[in-house]
């Protein structure tokens, strides 16, 4: 039976999203689920070096009134459906869109249903057939992949060098020759996500982010990383791996008569 599903990890919430979640009263569970990191450091690939950082909390709420967290992506999608579910909003699962009619504010699935509303928002992500109803703009293949994986707290508290990394106060990017490695706490600090990022083209086809990462591979990216780098990535059993895609600048996001509009990824993917 077709039901909610997410393939993903980590999710960096700034102020400008973590504003919305307590202004929907929504705090108080995402608390339950979120890591708060100090700072975000930035370090030099080889040897672990800080050569920048970006102060997480407590300055964002300092300066922007509302805290930067991380989270597991599951958990941010169960959280928004249950929320969701709770005012009275039908998720349907199962239904893919045929058609979007501007002109009439309705949409036709794929078994011949016809829907109307007052709108109709297009949040289909980069691979968007809702699209289509704004332009023929295809979404493309952005100069970089990534390889992602997820690592048990244990894991992460089995040595001294990695424990500080899961303990929840630090972000951290190591920046090395034409790739970066970025790791963070998720799930309340029940995994560490880990991500290897690869500035030049992949065979790896777009949009698809289950397809399995080859660990050589990244092994073979590591080489140049520090000792604690390649420590980490040791801890992982399998990856994944995708190439990051792009959207072309559109002309606008909503149908001329106002009765559909487009968003997040399916509008404006960027890497």
Known sequence: MPQLSE???????SANATRIIYNWGLQDAFLKVVNQ???????????DKVIGEIP???ISEFEYGFPHWTVYRPDFQ???????????????????VRSVDDETGSLTLEDGTTETADLIIGADGIRSRTRST?????????????FRATIPRAKMESDPSTAERIAGHLNDAWCGPSS???????????????????????????????QPGDLAEVQEELTPYSPLVKKIWSYVDSCAKWTLGDVPPLE???????????IGDAAHASA
């Open 134 to 146: 704004l332009t023929d703009v295809q979404a493309r293949p952005f100069y970089e992949y990534l």
């Open 180 to 210: 970066a490695v970025i790791g963070y706490p998720i799930a309340g600090g029940k995994l560490y996500n880990v991500i290897l990022a690869v500035s030049r083209p992949s065979e790896a086809p777009l949009a698809k982010w289950n």
């Open 78 to 96: 169960d959280l928004l459906a249950e929320a969701a579910a709770k005012e009275g909003v039908k998720i349907r699962c199962g239904c893919r």
């Open 252 to 262: 606008s996001y909503v149908s001329a008569n106002g009765k559909f509009v487009l």
């Open 7 to 13: 393939f993903g990890a980590g999710i960096q919430l």
């Open 56 to 58: 997480n909390n407590p």
């Open 37 to 47: 990191p100090a700072v975000n450091h930035f370090r030099r690939y080889a040897d």
